[in-house]
């Protein structure tokens, strides 16, 4: 399988609209597809390391009911944007959100650089990043370039490094500051390089996605966000509601009913 149902995806999405490679476009399908798909990972909590075969990601986030993370919404999101019309380039980056300082952690986020005919800079693009600090629009590749997808606000800088690339950091403001969120090279990376990290960040036992549920949803006005048994909701004015579920039989309610991802009958979460 070499071509998405694009039809059957806006339809997923919730997104109307003619698909034509413009700013419009990409800025409108961003924030669709941000909305329309939860992330999550339950494949490695359970075991497995979820596919990356098309056919396999439109059966699962198109047609299936599920989420999933970086490598699956961003490889769903970079066919859509490709078939459109779109020239892009899938991109690794490094999460520093939540790192020590001198942390050091390996490439294991997926991206886009999106080329936009008649704009004079490409543009970031990242449907996958699980966390209230993502994208909900494209930003600007351009240093110092800014975005105020209310109710988040974006800042795109270089970063100082020792390697011969420019290093571009994504920041969020939080609070007053800003805070980084990831940082990246224009280095390109291809299928089979996601392909090895997908299955490193599904199987290695040490792994962060091995160990517990995440799970995020964006809506209208607020951000859901579980891991393990914690339930965090933000509003867009900053109040947060936090709880502690009772147990895994709760969390597969939780992810049903608030999340709206429709789990395989008979899933059990481990205790």
């Known amino acids: 399988m070499t071509t998405l149902d694009l039809d059957a995806y806006f339809a997923r999405i919730g997104w109307t609209g003619e698909p034509r490679p413009t700013l419009e476009v990409l800025r409108s399908l961003h924030r669709a597809h941000s909305l329309g798909i939860p992330f999550e990972n ?27 993370y970086c490598y699956e919404h961003n490889t769903l999101f970079w066919t859509a944007l490709k078939q459109i019309g779109f020239t892009v380039t899938p991109l690794a980056a490094r999460v520093v959100l939540g790192a020590a300082p001198g942390d050091v952690r390996p490439r294991t986020h997926m991206l886009l650089k999106v080329d936009v005919p008649g704009e004079p800079h ?18 600007e590749l351009r240093e110092g370039a800014e975005v105020s997808d209310t109710p ?57 996605f091995r160990q517990a549920v995440y799970a995020q949803r964006t809506l209208p006005g607020a951000h859901l966000a579980l891991s393990g048994l914690d339930l ?22 939780v992810l049903r009913d608030d999340f709206g991802i429709r789990l395989p009958e008979g899933t059990r979460l481990p205790e």
């Open 232 to 253: 965090v909701e933000t509003a867009d004015d900053g109040t947060i509601k936090e709880r502690l579920l009772s147990g895994p039989e709760e969390a597969l309610q």
């Open 42 to 68: 339950l494949e490695p909590v359970l075991g497995s390391a979820p596919s990356l075969g098309l056919a396999d990601l439109e059966a699962k986030l198109v047609h299936g009911g599920r989420g999933g």
């Open 152 to 208: 988040r606000h974006h800042r795109l800088v270089h970063a100082p490094h020792d390697g011969p690339l420019e290093l571009w950091e994504l920041r969020t403001e939080k609070g007053g500051a800003w805070e980084p969120q990831y940082a990246f090279t224009l280095e390109p990376y291809a299928a089979p390089d996601y392909e090895v990290i997908n299955w490193h960040v599904a199987t290695n036992p040490r792994s962060p």
């Open 122 to 139: 490409p543009y970031l693009a990242d449907v996958g990043f699980g966390s209230v600090g993502a994208l909900l629009e494209p930003i």
